[in-house]
Structures are given as C-alpha cells and as structure tokens.
C-alpha cells in the first residue's frame, strides 16, 4: 500500500452527521495546535435534534446547516450512513478525533484515501511540534490483518478493550466539553494566576516526570507500532500526558508570576540573611557576656580568696597576740610574785633579828645552830627564786621578742599599704596628666574616634610624623630663620571676650576651675 503524502481538494467534504450533541466548529483537516487547544466561540451553542429515521416518528427533521455554538457554519466531516456497518474498536480514530472530541468517530468506509493523508499531516506535524512522538502507522485493525499467520483476537479481550476505549474517550469528551463550555477568558479580564513555591515546585516535578512518562510513552509506542489497539491506547494516554504538560508548562510561563516568585524568594533569603546575622550576633553577645561574666566572677573569687586570706592571718596574728599577752602576763603575775616573796624574806629576816636583838637585851641568848638553820633556809629560797626569776626572765624577753615581731611586721605591712596608696594615687596623677598633654589612650566612643585617629596619625605614617615633627621644629630654630617662628618670652595675653555671653561663659569656666 502507497503511505505517500496525497492533497484533498477543498470541496471535498463529508457529509452531516445529525446527532443529539453540540455540532462543533472544527474543520476537516486542521492541524493539531502546538501547545494549547483551539480557542472555542463563546456564543451560546444550539443544539440539532435528530431525524425520524434516526430517532423516531415523533421527532422533528434535523436542521441543515446548523453551526455550532452560534459561529460560522461548516459542514461536519461525518456522515451517517445505515447501510454502511460502524467501524471496530480496535482500529485508530481519526486524526482530528484524536485531538478534538468534538464529533462521532468516521466509519471506515472512506479511510483508505483521506486517513492516509491525515496521518501524513500528523506525522509532518507532531504531537508538540518538533517531532516528539513517533509518527502513527497506517490504519490497520487486527481484526482485517491482511498478514499471513495473523491469528484474530478473542472476543473475552476484543469486548473488555472495547469497554475502556469507550470510557477513555468519554472521558475525554467530557473533559473537552467542559473546556468549551468554559471557555477562556479575554486576555485584559485574565487575572496573573500567582504561583508560590510550593506549586512552583509542584510544577516543575510533575513537568519532570510527566516528561519521563511521554517519553515512554513515545517508547512503547514505536515498540507497538505494528498493534495498532495497543498503539491507539498509547496514543490517548499520550495526548492526556500532553494536556496536562501543557498546563503545567503554562503555569511555569507566567513571567509576572515567576518575577513575583523571584521577589518574594529574595525577600525571604534577605530575611533569612537578616535573622541569620541577628542570630550571629546575639550568640556572639551571649559568648562576650558569658566572658565577661566569668572574668568577673574569677575576678570576684580571686579577691574574696584575698580577702579570706587576710582575715584568716588578722585572726591568727590577734590569736597570737592574745596567746602571748596571756603568757607574758602569767609571767609578770609571776614575777610580781617572787618580788612579794622576796620581799618577805627580808621583813622575815629583818623581824628575827629584832626579836634576837630583844631578847640578847633580856638576856636571853639563841643557840647558834638555830641561827645557822634559820640562815640555810633563807638561803636556799633565794637560791629558788633567783632561779624562777631568771626563768621568768627568760620568758618575758621571749615573749617580748614576739611581740615586737608581729609589731615590726605590722608597721611594715602598713608602711606597705601607704606606699601602694601613694603609688596607685601618682600613677592615676600620672595618666590624668599624660591624657591632659597626650590624649587619653583608653577606648573611645565612636563619635570620638575620626578625631583620635586624626591626632594619633603621626604614629601610623612616616609623612604625617615628618609634618608634624617640622611644626614643631619651627619654634626651635634661630629667629633669622625664614621658615622658623620662635617661641615669644614674654606673656601673651589673650584677646578681650567679644561680647558679653562670652565673657560670662569665660568667668564660669574661671570658677569652676579654680
């Protein structure tokens, strides 16, 4: 059989098929659109009613002619014929049937010349175009296989695949019907559809994978090329899948929508970068502050361990003072002690020898072992406290020795405490003066630091320190010196205030100073 491309005329048409449905305004051999279906009119559709050789006795004659949905007339391409028997199920619909279901499938009767250069025009066409599916095979229906050895399809298969043919297209039919009766919208009345990120994503995942299921489904269709049920089965889910790409590639081609899109991403990237770096920042102030709060603790642990250390020794050192007051008073108790003593060997011995004396006037004599006796006995307790008063002795000088110690040690310690006061007190003269002549070399606050960076240049730059080392040099060069300017050696005496504010500001300054 010749598949070559063959021109119909432009006369030639079918004849009207007069059903009870919407006669729909497609012509004959249109081409399928690119990306989207045709734009359907708008106007309120008639409907045709059915002859009485079709529906019955009671019906009135069809209209010739009709137009659907109020357009221009054209001619249905299909023709009702009762003597001719419909097609299978199993053979391929028409090209513009597979397209727009807007009318009853062609009989088979005239497909051998027209069908042939339909699928040529599809073929040269494509689904999208360019060429995306493989082109359809001639019409051939399994069950006229002209093939040798072709072995006809069971009924059990051939009835099940006629039922979900016939609810695919119904479907489809309805689907498109319910596009026609929408209809879309004039381009100044269509709002911009916004598309977030979630649809955004949701688009462009199923673009993906319904891209993956055509291209199988463009697999398996070269792969049955030769069945045509199966092929034509394909091809319907082939032009569902384009639908619903198409949809999806209008919703990505929305430039004010995906503008729109691209702010509001932006936005959220600058507020994430915003909470990003306040998050940044305030860890960084959390980490500074933790810092800082140790230090100062450590700080605070170091001077009250100081603090106890000290009280600790103030309290050992007044412990001791205490122990050796208490001693060397037991040891001067003492020793006022032995003086009483003492003393009482003296009256002792002076009261014997007035009563001696007293009694040698009488007459009476003493025996001189008696004397002797009374005499050993004073004896040996002056020898008893002249040993404890050396012991006693002993002690207080030790005792004083300690005491003079802790006081040297007293006096040093303050001595100390007044050199580190006088010390801290020079120092912080010091530094008020130096800041006085200087500038003060702590930190500053940030509105001060231009002129600190001003001031302090000469320290960071060879040229600035040169400039300013000439100014200064220009006092101390000889007065015949052009370039110099000497320091004058009187007073020079300043201006009288300009005005009475000023001179007033001036007095107050003067107070406060002085």
């Not at 042939?116 to 399994?142: H, I, K, N, S």
């Not at 069971?154 to 609810?167: K, N």
């Not at 932006?266 to 960084?284: C, E, I, K, N, Y």
């Not at 040169?466 to 005496?493: C, E, K, N, Y």
Request: proline share 9%; aromatic share 6%; charged share 30%.
């Amino acid at each position: 059989m010749d598949y070559s491309y063959q021109h119909r005329a432009p006369s030639q048409t079918h004849g009207l098929y007069t059903s009870g449905f919407v006669e729909t305004p497609y012509p004959d051999n249109r081409p399928p659109t690119q990306w989207a279906p045709s734009q359907p009119d708008h106007a309120t559709p008639r409907w045709t009613t059915t002859s009485p050789a079709y529906a019955g006795p009671n019906v009135p004659g069809p209209t010739t002619g009709a137009g659907g949905f109020g357009g221009h007339t054209l001619a249905l391409p299909y023709g009702f014929d009762p003597s001719i028997p419909p097609p299978t199920f199993g053979c391929p619909p028409p090209r513009h049937f597979l397209n727009t279901f807007g009318g009853p499938p062609q009989p088979l009767s005239d497909s051998g010349h027209h069908r042939q250069q339909e699928y040529d025009d599809f073929r040269e066409a494509g689904v999208f175009g360019d060429r995306l599916l493989p082109p359809p095979p001639p019409p051939r229906c399994q069950d006229h296989d002209p093939r040798p050895g072709a072995s006809p399809a069971r009924p059990e298969d051939e009835a099940a695949f006629r039922r979900q043919q016939d609810a695919q297209w119904l479907r489809l039919f309805l689907q498109r019907r319910v596009k026609v009766s929408k209809g879309p919208q004039s381009p100044q009345h269509q709002r911009p559809r916004r598309v977030g990120l979630p649809g955004l994503r949701e688009a462009l995942y199923g673009a993906a994978q319904l891209v993956s299921a055509l291209e199988q489904s463009c697999r398996t269709l070269t792969d049955n090329v030769e069945n045509d049920c199966l092929w034509t089965r394909d091809y319907l889910t082939v032009l569902s899948i384009k639908s619903e790409l198409q949809d999806k590639l209008q919703r990505l081609r929305d430039g004010h929508g995906l503008k729109t899109l691209r702010e509001q991403v932006s936005r959220v990237g600058r507020r994430r970068s915003r909470r990003r770096r306040t998050g940044d920042l305030l860890r960084q102030e959390e980490t500074h502050r933790r810092e800082v709060a140790s230090e100062k603790e450590a700080a605070i642990d170091a001077w009250r361990m100081k603090q106890i250390r000290d009280v600790e020794e103030r309290k050992k050192e007044q412990e001791l003072k205490l122990a050796a007051d208490l001693v060397l008073s037991e040891v001067r108790k003492k020793q006022a002690d032995l003086k009483r003593m003492q003393d009482v060997l003296r009256s002792l011995e002076k009261l014997r020898g007035l009563r001696k004396e007293a009694a040698a006037r009488k007459g009476i004599n003493t025996e001189r072992e008696c004397d002797e006796a009374f005499s050993d006995g004073l004896a040996r307790l002056r020898g008893v406290m002249k040993r404890r008063t050396g012991v006693y002795s002993a002690e207080e000088n030790a005792l004083m020795v300690m005491l003079e110690g802790e006081q040297e040690e007293e006096r040093r310690r303050e001595q100390e405490r007044r050199a580190k006061k006088e010390k801290d007190a020079q120092s912080k003269r010091k530094l008020r003066v130096d800041a006085m002549l200087f500038g003060d070399d702590g930190p500053v606050h940030s509105v001060l630091q231009p002129f600190r960076e001003h001031y302090t240049q000469a320290q960071r730059s060879l040229h600035t320190l040169i400039q300013v080392r000439r100014g200064w040099d220009m006092f101390t060069v000889a007065a015949d010196h052009p370039d110099g300017s000497r320091v004058p050696q009187s007073w020079i005496l300043p201006e009288p205030p300009s005005d009475q504010d000023w001179a007033s500001a001036l007095h107050s300054v003067d107070a406060e100073t002085h």
